[in-house]
């Protein structure tokens, strides 16, 4: 079975998307209305953006979902999932991409959680720290014996997660990881910490959008980050992409079960490479490419 995944924050680049606009006039179209939707010209950014302009929040997530989405529908008839997943913002291109939500609503829902997310970290500073080398348990526990906020909040391939928290919490926590035999816990450069109780403001905000967005039946699975199972009730899908949030990405967990249940060939769709990487850590043995 054909398995589309979706990049998430980080794979952007500067020139990211210029090829699509000047090879399809239907991108050309699409990159045109986001700019209108989103009420800035972030193709602007994209095309010819500094990496510091990049990383801006409200631009950096939008970017990548359009660079995904415009992708993804630039490949016409060859475009034919049977199963689809997305690492936290790509949990959003994958929902276009399987048909759950239209583009503009799509888009719509990315600005606003960009936005929310932004202002959380605002709230109260806080950070992200990748772990490798550790088994997921011993991180966990590490994580548990910290005082303040500390949690996993992407298992992204075995010996590779990343913890997110208050910056105490956090320091705290290398330091004892670092003990415990951990190759490296290093500290990311991220504005807050995604995926943790921090974010709760940001949750509660989007909540409300994503309650009010209509959400379609999909054409195929997708294997959302709060649970790694397939998922095809629309009702089930809102509530999983409301918790994300503040719950970890199980990547390496989503991937083994698509691969369990038939998924072979798996093809990643947006900037970067980041996902094919991971790939090859979770299960050398499948196939894994770009478009």
């Not at 950014?45 to 970017?63: C, N, W, Y």
């Not at 990405?249 to 769709?269: C, K, L, N, S, Y």
Request: aromatic residues 6%; proline residues 4%.
């Amino acid at each position: 079975m054909k398995a589309y995944i979706f990049p998430g924050q980080g794979a952007q680049f500067s020139g990211m998307g210029l090829d699509l606009f000047e090879n399809s006039p239907l991108a050309q179209q699409l990159f045109e209305q986001a700019n209108k939707i989103l009420g800035f010209t972030i193709t602007d950014i994209m095309f010819e953006g500094t990496a510091e302009e990049l990383k801006q929040t409200k631009v950096t997530q939008p970017a990548i979902f359009l660079h995904s989405v415009i992708l993804a529908k630039t490949l016409g008839s060859d475009f034919k999932p049977e199963m689809v997943a997305g690492h936290s913002l790509g949990e959003f291109s994958a929902l276009v991409a399987n048909g759950v939500l239209s583009y503009e609503d799509g888009l719509s829902l990315v600005s606003k959680r960009a936005m929310a997310m932004q202002k959380a970290c605002e709230v109260q500073e806080s950070t992200m720290a990748a772990v490798l080398g550790l088994d997921d348990i011993v991180v966990e526990e590490v994580c548990k014996s910290v005082e303040g906020v500390v949690v996993a909040a992407n298992y992204n391939c075995p010996g590779q997660l990343v913890i997110s928290g208050e910056i105490n919490a956090i320091d705290k926590a290398c330091e004892l990881l670092i003990q415990k035999g951990a190759r490296r816990a290093l500290k990311l450069p991220v504005g807050g910490a995604f995926h943790s109780p921090l974010m709760e403001p940001a949750r509660e905000e989007l909540a409300s959008a994503i309650e009010n967005t209509t959400f379609n039946n999909p054409i195929c699975p997708i294997y959302q980050n709060v649970v790694a199972k397939a998922v095809t009730n629309p009702v089930e899908i809102k509530e999983n992409l409301i918790a994300q949030l503040t719950a970890p990405v199980r990547w390496t967990q989503t991937i083994q079960q698509m691969i369990a249940d038939g998924g072979t060939e798996f093809i990643e769709v947006g900037p970067g490479k980041v996902l094919q990487g991971l790939m090859r850590k979770i299960d050398r043995n499948v196939a894994a490419s770009g478009v």
